[in-house]
Structures are given as structure tokens and as C-alpha cells.
């Protein structure tokens, strides 16, 4: 049953910041104000072009995170939290704000399941890769392309060998671009 909700766009355990539920399945926050914070987070970070520096804006800037609880008592009120990383990162992660629905994006890999520990082992996929993955279904915030903008952006800044890594203070105007000719790999700079 749970799937076949979930093949039809329907299965919400949680709605995400910025989204209510309704009779339908998810609509966008009808309070104005969250609205207007959840666009400026997209905003700023496509100015900012960081998590790190939309963070630190928005800690300066004394902007809070508009969150509805999931507590029994207090379920469906609206509370302000600090904003952190991790919540940034799951905003602009989330393929539901460019009103694609998914389901099934974490899934269990046995090779790191501890046994007799049922929660471990959990990783998430690309939304193209989970098991449901339907576009144009939830109310959106922003486009896809800008979704996807984002991703690639957060994909580049990520402190991997792969990838560039995001810009860092210093004297070294190379750091994280040269790369080894023969392997790929990053290369230290020092002058």
C-alpha cells in the first residue's frame, strides 16, 4: 500500500520546511512570511554561491528557519530555529522544491549494515535513482534548472579528491585547481 501511495506522488511522512500538508497531498506554506524566507534562502545562496557563506549571512543577517513541529502536542505549529548546515544542506538538496517527488532516495547498502542494528547502513541515492522519482508533481519554489544548478554547485564544493572544493582564504591563487596530468588528483600548492 505504502508504494503504491508513493507511485502516485502521495506518501508524505514529514512535509519539508517551507510545505504544509493538505487533503491532496503537499502544498506550499500559506504563512507569507515563511514563504518569503524559504525563496530567500534559494536567493542568497545563488548570490552567495556557498552553504558556508549563506549561513554566515543569514546568522549576521538574524534570519531564523521557520519550522513546523512533529511533536504530538505541539504538531503543525510554527517554530523559529537557528539556521545550520545540515538544514541548509537538506533545503537545497531536496528535489521536492523544484516539485519533484521522491521516494525511496535513502536506501539500505548490506556491505555497511551492522548486524542486529537495523537503522545502519542507510545512504542516499540520486533522486533519479530511487525508487520513485515523479517531476512536476509537488507546488515548487523554484525551477529545475535552478535545482540543478544547485546540486552541481554543492556537488564542486564538496572537500573530495574529485571535485574542486570551494575557494579558501590564504595566498595560494592555485589551490584546489591543479590537478596531476597523469592521475587527477589534487595537487598542494605552496609559494
Not at 500538508?21 to 554561491?49: K, M, N, W, Y
Not at 502536542?73 to 537545497?92: A, C
Not at 591563487?173 to 609559494?191: F, N, T
Request: glycine fraction near 10%; aromatic fraction near 8%.
Amino acid at each position: 500500500g505504502r508504494l503504491s501511495k508513493a507511485r502516485r506522488g502521495k506518501l508524505f511522512n514529514h512535509p519539508p520546511l517551507g510545505y504544509v500538508r493538505d487533503g491532496a497531498g503537499l502544498a506550499i506554506d500559506p504563512d507569507q512570511e515563511v514563504q518569503h524566507v524559504v525563496r530567500t534562502l534559494f536567493s542568497e545562496f545563488e548570490r552567495r554561491g556557498s552553504v558556508t557563506g549563506l549561513l554566515k549571512w543569514l546568522v549576521a543577517s538574524g534570519i531564523r528557519l521557520p519550522i513546523r513541529s512533529q511533536r504530538r502536542e505541539e504538531r503543525g505549529q510554527l517554530q523559529w530555529h537557528e539556521p545550520n548546515r545540515r538544514t541548509l544542506l537538506n533545503v537545497l538538496k531536496h528535489p521536492v522544491y523544484a516539485g519533484a517527488y521522491v521516494g525511496g532516495r535513502r536506501v539500505v547498502d548490506p556491505k555497511q549494515q551492522i548486524p542486529g542494528r537495523p537503522n545502519t547502513g542507510r545512504k542516499f541515492v540520486e533522486p533519479e535513482a530511487s525508487a520513485v522519482f515523479l517531476r512536476d508533481v509537488c507546488p515548487a519554489y523554484i525551477t529545475g534548472e535552478q535545482y540543478e544548478a544547485n546540486r552541481s554547485r554543492l556537488t564542486a564544493h564538496r572537500q573530495r579528491a574529485e571535485s574542486l572544493g570551494s575557494p579558501r582564504p590564504g595566498r595560494s591563487w592555485l589551490g584546489g585547481l591543479v590537478v596531476c596530468g597523469q592521475c587527477g588528483a589534487r595537487m598542494v600548492v605552496s609559494y
